[in-house]
Structures are given as structure tokens and as C-alpha cells.
């Protein structure tokens, strides 16, 4: 069971550079979000996908954009790098249908802006 | 104002003893829960439990429990018998909207980082 699966692991980019970080997950969950980390902070939302079809901003979206591009696939762009996207991100996925349905987590993805 | 509320950024214990670890929320939603994740050095988001506000008796989990105080807001994780793999970062989260709607996302505490002394 992979679970949900992040590529990259680690990434060091230049300001302005562009990136996609890529999220799949094979648990056939109808969920998807981006979050990220950053020291002292919580994990804070970026996008969710409720479901296939549809995405939403969360509480920091802006320099980021989003793509479902099916079921499993959730990716997260950044068309030009800043130095305060530095952090650690995180997909997750989720089971609609039980209001207690956790989220299961990617093993992360940790950018670096210089 | 925060949604969630972890008001220790760092608690310590010692091992086989237990530990409270305190969230307070705001909502002003009926339906909605409070999930408590461990994140180990290794960096994975690993779920414990979870409690729904509408659920009569409070959780457990093993060693894990959650002291749910509905009138205060509250819904604290105890870890029983501390083991030193326990030594973690701990978030609290709420999940608000319902099942189905396009609204249902959890929203996270910044955490409390428990260290287990042998």
C-alpha cells in the first residue's frame, strides 16, 4: 500500500523559478488538500479538491496553483518561486462518507527558495 | 481569531508517567470534530484519534484519550504510560463543514512538541 505518494522529496529552487510538485494517492479517496509547514506555524491549507472536478482556496493560496488532474492526481504549482515559499508541503487525501474520516498524509515535500 | 488553540509549544515528561496535551477551539458550527496527529523527528503525519461533537463518550485509543469538554471548548489529548517513542510534535485539528460539502477541510493547531525523559 503506497498510500499517498509526494515527488519531489527535497527541491532547492531560484527565486523566480517555476516548479509542480506531484501527488498521487491509490487509496481511491474522493479528498485531496495541500498544506504546509513552517516552524512555529501549523500546517496551514493551501487548496483542497473536494473532489474530482472541483478545487478551493484555502487560507494561503496566493502564489500557488492547483490541478486535479483525475482521482488520484492533485498537483500544486508555484509559477514564480519567493524565498517566503520555503517550507515543508504536504498532500493529503481523505474518505468522503464518514464525517471521521482522517486525513492521510504524504511523506512531504521540503522546498527551499533562495 | 485562531480556530485552534495549542497554548504549550513544548511539554515534558518523564517515561511510564502520563501527559496532557491541551487544545481549545472555535466554532461556531454544531457538527463538527477534533483530531489529534503525531509528527515524529522523521517528519509523517500520523493520525491518533479522533472526536465528534456529537459523540457521547470520549475517545480512546489505545493509550491515547481525549478529554472532551463540550462547554469549554476544549478537547485535550492524554497519552497514558509515556513511552520515549512518544517524544513527537503533536497538532490538534477541526474539522469543520459536512460530509459532502465542498467546505470540509480540518483546520490545525501550531502544535506542542512533547519530549519523554528516561
Known amino acids: 500500500n503506497a498510500g499517498v505518494t509526494q515527488t519531489p522529496k527535497f527541491q532547492v529552487l531560484k527565486t523566480g523559478q517555476s516548479m509542480t510538485l506531484q501527488c498521487a494517492q491509490d487509496?481511491?479517496?474522493?479528498?485531496m488538500y495541500w498544506y504546509r509547514q513552517d516552524p512555529g506555524m501549523g500546517l496551514r491549507l493551501i487548496y483542497y479538491?473536494?473532489?474530482?472536478?472541483?478545487?478551493d482556496k484555502g487560507e494561503v493560496p496566493n502564489g500557488y496553483n492547483v490541478s486535479r488532474l483525475n482521482k488520484r492526481e492533485f498537483s500544486l504549482r508555484l509559477e514564480s518561486a519567493a524565498p517566503s515559499q520555503t517550507s515543508v508541503y504536504f498532500c493529503?487525501?481523505?474518505?468522503?462518507?464518514?464525517?471521521?474520516?482522517?486525513?492521510?498524509f504524504g511523506n512531504g515535500t521540503r522546498l527551499t527558495v533562495t | 481569531a485562531q480556530k485552534i488553540t495549542q497554548t504549550q509549544p513544548g511539554m515534558f515528561v518523564q517515561e511510564k508517567e502520563a501527559v496532557t496535551l491541551d487544545c481549545t477551539y472555535d466554532?461556531?458550527?454544531?457538527?463538527?470534530?477534533l483530531f489529534w496527529y503525531k509528527q515524529p523527528s522523521s517528519g509523517e503525519m500520523i493520525f491518533l484519534i479522533y472526536?465528534?461533537?456529537?459523540?457521547?463518550q470520549n475517545a480512546t485509543e489505545g493509550r491515547y484519550s481525549l478529554n472532551f469538554q463540550k462547554a469549554r471548548k476544549s478537547a485535550n489529548l492524554v497519552i497514558s504510560a509515556s513511552q520515549l517513542g512518544d517524544s513527537a510534535m503533536y497538532f490538534c485539528?477541526?474539522?469543520?463543514?459536512?460530509?459532502?460539502?465542498?467546505?470540509?477541510?480540518?483546520?490545525f493547531g501550531k502544535g506542542t512538541l512533547l519530549t519523554v525523559n528516561p
Open positions: 493529503a487525501s481523505r474518505e468522503t462518507g464518514r464525517l471521521n474520516s482522517p486525513l492521510h
Open positions: 487509496m481511491n479517496h474522493n479528498s
Open positions: 479538491s473536494a473532489s474530482e472536478g472541483t478545487t
Open positions: 466554532t461556531s458550527d454544531p457538527s463538527y470534530g
Open positions: 472526536q465528534g461533537s456529537y459523540d457521547q
Open positions: 485539528a477541526m474539522r469543520e463543514g459536512r460530509q459532502g460539502g465542498s467546505n470540509y477541510k480540518l483546520t
